[in-house]
């Protein structure tokens, strides 16, 4: 494996892709062998990679989303929010349902129903009083794990988001709605993993 700030990884149909914040974007079939195709992607800093069947998109904290149809073998790019040079655009990914949902700490949403060629943004997660940790799909589903944001006066409990958008639940204009669950056990910011029809939520202590 190329050496690099490795900081998320995504599953399509056919490979596994990693990338990190210092540029590189890698691929591989088995999890084992990995190719570096970071010189076809460009240059940035990368904060998340999202996939489903043979559509990838790479994020960054520029506001740049680098979009592949192919399996990561040609991309596309586009720059969907302006940067203001100090805080990241976007800082998560994730893909399923036949559509794409990329967001910030802050937890302002964007979403694509047309495998990564237009975006729109959507609904914050959480309505301000959040900081998003973690967005995955699994199971049918988007997972947004989230803390008490230091920018709302209001002190809340960690939670997690859910919902079961999907392309088609979306491309009417009918934005993403987000169901809050019950508070977790635990005040640390959490990270979720999905396997075999279990969520798995853990936090860097452990």
């Given at each position: 494996v190329p050496s690099a700030q490795y900081v998320d990884t995504a599953r399509s149909s056919n490979?596994?892709?990693?990338?990190?914040?210092?540029?590189?974007?890698?691929?591989?079939?088995?999890?084992?062998?990995?190719?570096?195709?970071?010189?076809?992607?460009?240059?940035?800093?990368?904060?998340?990679?999202?996939?489903?069947?043979?559509?990838?998109?790479?994020?960054?904290?520029t506001g740049v989303i680098y979009t592949s149809n192919n399996d990561g073998t040609s991309w596309t790019s586009a720059q969907i929010v302006p940067y203001d040079g100090s805080t990241p655009v976007f800082t998560q990914a994730a893909g399923g349902n036949g559509m794409f949902l990329v967001t910030n700490q802050a937890g302002e949403t964007w979403e694509s129903a047309d495998d990564g060629a237009t975006w729109r943004q959507s609904t914050n997660i959480g309505a301000n009083k959040y900081t998003v940790s973690d967005l995955i799909y699994g199971g049918g589903k988007f997972v947004a794990a989230v803390q008490d944001s230091p920018a709302d006066d209001s002190t809340v409990p960690n939670?997690?988001?859910?919902?079961?958008?999907?392309?088609?639940s979306i491309q009417d204009s009918a934005l993403t709605?987000?169901?809050?669950?019950?508070?977790?056990?635990?005040?640390?910011?959490?990270?979720v993993a999905y396997s075999q029809r279990v969520y798995v939520a853990i936090t860097r202590a452990g």
């Open positions: 490979w596994f892709f990693a990338v990190s914040s210092d540029g590189k974007v890698i691929r591989s079939q088995d999890g084992a062998t990995w190719q570096d195709i970071s010189g076809t992607v460009g240059i940035d800093v990368f904060r998340g990679v999202a996939a489903y069947d043979t559509s990838v998109i790479v994020v960054s904290e939670k997690f988001f859910v919902t079961t958008a999907t392309r088609a709605r987000w169901q809050e669950s019950a508070t977790p056990p635990h005040v640390r910011p959490y990270y």
